[in-house]
């Protein structure tokens, strides 16, 4: 798994990158209320906005972290956003995505690298 | 900028695990662990406890009841003579062009009133109620002493468990209680819209009397956000966002709060700031009004969203001026001002969020029913 300094994480999976946000990022969210997600198919660029998130505190984007085609969403999170909350590293993922440029990952943290970076 | 001053619970507050945020000028607790969902249906369902120790307590006094309620009736368009002694009254600080400067809780303990103003306010209250009342009538501000708020079903058996007067009480009344051998000032109202008790308390006793309340499973510390989305779910206004000075009383849908012996035709008629543009309206009507808005979708909509008449073009109609996720209601709530035309119950609008028009409708307030014990 891979992180991001938007705090969020990347996983491989069937040639595929799976997204999500991180523990640390739903804590300081606090209670998820709602996800709007991306339609699937459309192709995006690194830094789009393509999730927005809103706790019971304010509302949040979520940022591509690669260019690439959104190819699935996860749309059990609009129907119980509290997810976030409960897995965000594990069922409440937000999309998966077929990359375009893999060499946008080489910047990216490993967990040991993302602990630090949050402290 | 000052340096934010401290409530004597805060020293608890962060013993407590609490997220500390700037709040007009203190640094409070605006959650506990628990997070702002769960405090919420605590208080709700048991009780709930706040710190409001930020908020301005004030007593008014002067040569007997009558001097300090009329000469209170000069800032406030209520009926304050009339009140009975042990009685509490909501009500506002108006200004020329009768807007509102404040909203306030004032009591007749005895021969004097007991203010509650917003913390924001506090200092421009406190000098408009000298300015305006000196020295026929004394003001004094309690500057250090401690408010805490115990609201929800619960709130009842636990303060009853330690002063059985307490359990006699019904909304809006004031009394002086012993909780635990602590002397302190109750009333039986607050902000959540349920049955509840602020608790006016001496600083040195405060932190005791909140950690024997805490002590009982009943009750759970709660921070203002739970506070915030506890009373807009109740319908109530927060002062600089629903209301302010350029919002008249008839237009906040407040016009309840101005009893009819200050009103055209009473007793006392007028004589408070803004009477002539207060009294025109209280008879023509307002362009516009405070209501509810019930989003239809899952989407939140926050301060600021502009409200439509139609889902593709039409006319800016209003604008949200509170708003979020009502956590007993289960999805968005909000309050906000719609043009008079627009204000009937149940009329289909759309608020923009996201340069997306998401429908939503005219809804009655509150958005959870009232639990007072009337």
């Known amino acids: ?119 | 900028m000052d340096a934010l001053k401290h409530t004597p619970l805060y020293d608890l507050h962060v013993e407590l695990g609490a997220k500390m945020v700037p709040f007009a000028g203190y640094d409070m607790p605006v959650q506990y662990p628990m997070g702002v969902m769960k405090e919420h249906l605590h208080t709700r369902a048991a009780a709930g406890l706040f710190d409001v120790s930020h908020m301005g307590q004030v007593i008014l006094s002067g040569a007997d009841w009558e001097a300090v309620a009329r000469a209170f009736e000069t800032l406030v368009p209520m009926d304050v003579l009339g009140l009975e002694d042990g009685r509490q009254r909501y009500g506002f600080f108006t200004n020329e062009a009768g807007g509102i400067e404040d909203d306030l809780m004032f009591a007749r303990r005895g021969e004097d009133i007991l203010v509650v103003v917003n913390a924001a306010c506090k200092q421009a209250d406190i000098a408009r109620l000298k300015a305006a009342l000196e020295p026929d009538v004394r003001v004094t501000p309690l500057e250090d002493r401690a408010l805490i708020a115990l609201q929800g079903p619960g709130a009842e058996a636990v303060l009853a468990g330690l002063d059985a007067r307490a359990a006699a009480m019904r909304f809006m009344d004031v009394a002086d209680l012993e909780l635990g051998g602590t002397a302190v000032w109750a009333s039986r109202s607050g902000y959540t819209g349920e049955d509840g008790y602020e608790i006016s308390v001496a600083p040195g006793d405060a932190e005791a009397l909140v950690r024997a309340l805490l002590a009982q499973d009943a009750v759970e510390a709660i921070g203002l956000g739970a506070r915030d989305s506890l009373r807009l779910e109740a319908g109530l206004c927060l002062y600089g966002h629903d209301i302010d000075a350029a919002t008249n009383p008839v237009e906040a849908a407040l016009t309840w709060a101005i009893q009819k012996v200050r009103r055209q035709g009473g007793a006392r008629a007028g004589g408070f700031p803004g009477a002539a543009a207060i009294l025109a309206a209280l008879d023509s009507g307002a362009a516009r009004k405070r209501v509810g808005l019930l989003p239809e979708g899952r989407a939140p909509m926050r301060e600021g969203v502009v409200i439509y008449d139609a889902a593709e073009g039409g006319t800016a109609v209003g604008t949200v001026t509170s708003g979020g996720f009502g956590p007993t209601v289960g999805g968005p709530v909000a309050m906000g001002y719609v043009a008079a035309q627009a204000g009937a119950i149940g009329t289909s609008l759309w608020g923009e969020v996201r340069g997306k028009r998401l429908p939503l409708s005219v809804a009655k307030l509150p958005f959870v029913a009232a639990g007072f014990k009337r």
Not at chain 1, 32 to 56: M, N
Not at chain 1, 97 to 116: G, H, L, N, T, V
């Open chain 1, 1 to 119: 798994m891979k992180f991001t300094e938007e705090h969020e994480w990347l996983r491989e999976e069937d040639g595929e990158m799976v997204v999500g946000i991180t523990i640390h990022a739903a804590e300081q969210l606090g209670d998820v209320v709602f996800v709007e997600l991306p339609d699937e198919g459309i192709t995006v660029s690194k830094d789009d906005e393509v999730v927005v998130i809103e706790s019971v505190k304010a509302a949040s984007d979520i940022l591509a972290p690669v260019d690439g085609v959104i190819t699935e969403v996860n749309s059990a999170l609009t129907d119980n956003p509290g997810m976030v909350n409960d897995d965000p590293q594990g069922e409440a993922w937000f999309f998966k995505m077929k990359i375009s440029d893999p060499e946008q990952m080489a910047d990216f943290m490993d967990e040991a690298a993302y602990q630090k970076f949050i402290g």
